[in-house]
């Protein structure tokens, strides 16, 4: 599927038709471009970098004297965990060719069609690349929105002592997944700088204009992401505080109550010798003189505590 760009319009052409000097875009499968690299005028050692196992995030594009190439592997800003869009781009003076590479749902195709049909007037080929761009940054802020409800949500229970055991674990999840939302971003942002520096020459000022308003955007979200994962270590630190807190006051009850059995702990070892000189053996009211003692010692101790304010 291609695009000629006359500057007014974009008109779709077939491949074998389009004019070697005309201006247009492009989207193939990996395959399709393989078969037509001589009439696209690709080197082929374009594809080992197309075809190379790509297990992280590609954070450049690859500029030479008259093409520039990279990968994008895409995220679903709205659920980080679903398996990855990957597509590939050539970029040439007069001609931008999308490549799918991973695109079990049609969305990157999608995407395309919605790039060349957005700029209806002065249609120019650093328009369709930004359409296409742009597309990528779409819902971000929608999504920025949702994980700062959750976090706030948590912020809630936590303050209100709502402590969910699963909350260490949502957490952690959340940071994982902003992780991810960062490093993404980050990526779009070094690639509309790599666009935007324009090293190959294969823009003009107008286009630059557009790839600047893309990094910034990417730049953007890529703060706000970095900003909502130091809301989660914070989130996390009161989290630990809390269940500090909370170990502590069991402590402070069990300190107060081996406080409160000690001293009774020692009558019982002191009376249990059972010495044939102790008075209180043989004493009428020695059992009874011994619950007194003892009950009077708790009732001190809880006054103490009482008026220290341990309890």
């Given at each position: ?117 957005r700029f209806k007037q002065n249609i120019t080929l650093g328009k369709v690349i ?25 912020e809630q229970n936590l303050v209100s002592g709502r402590i969910d055991e699963l ?145």
């Open positions: 599927m291609f695009y000629a760009l006359n500057g007014k319009e974009a008109i779709k052409v077939e491949l074998q038709d389009l004019e070697s000097d005309a201006i247009n875009a492009g989207y193939l499968t990996l395959e399709e471009l393989e078969e037509n690299l001589v009439e696209l005028g690709i080197d082929k050692n374009v594809l080992t970098g197309f075809m190379a196992d790509q297990t992280h995030f590609h954070t450049s594009v690859d500029a030479y004297d008259n093409f520039s190439f990279g990968i994008i592997n895409i995220v679903n800003v709205m659920n980080v965990n679903e398996d990855k869009d990957r597509m590939a781009f050539i970029i040439k003076k007069n001609q931008f060719i999308l490549v799918k590479l991973i695109d079990e749902d049609g969305s990157c195709k999608e995407m395309f069609e919605s790039a060349v049909g930004f359409g296409i761009l742009d597309r990528l940054l779409s819902n971000g802020n929608k999504s920025l929105e949702s994980t700062e409800q959750k976090i706030m949500i948590m909350l260490n674990r949502d957490i952690f999840n959340l940071r994982k997944d902003l992780s991810i939302l960062k490093n993404y971003y980050e990526q779009l942002f070094d690639i509309g700088e790599a666009l935007q520096e324009n090293e190959n020459d294969l823009f003009g000022t107008e286009d630059l204009r557009y790839f600047g308003i893309f990094a910034a955007k990417a730049e953007r979200l890529s703060k706000n992401t970095h900003a909502l994962g130091e809301n989660l270590i914070h989130l996390r630190e009161a989290l630990d505080a809390s269940l500090n807190y909370s170990l502590n006051k069991i402590m402070k009850v069990f300190t107060v109550i081996s406080i409160i059995f000690l001293p009774l702990t020692l009558i019982v070892g002191w009376y249990g010798m059972n010495f044939t000189t102790m008075p209180e053996l043989t004493w009428k009211y020695g059992h009874l003189a011994v619950i007194v003692l003892s009950l009077l010692e708790v009732a001190v101790c809880l006054i103490l505590f009482k008026k220290k304010k341990f309890l």
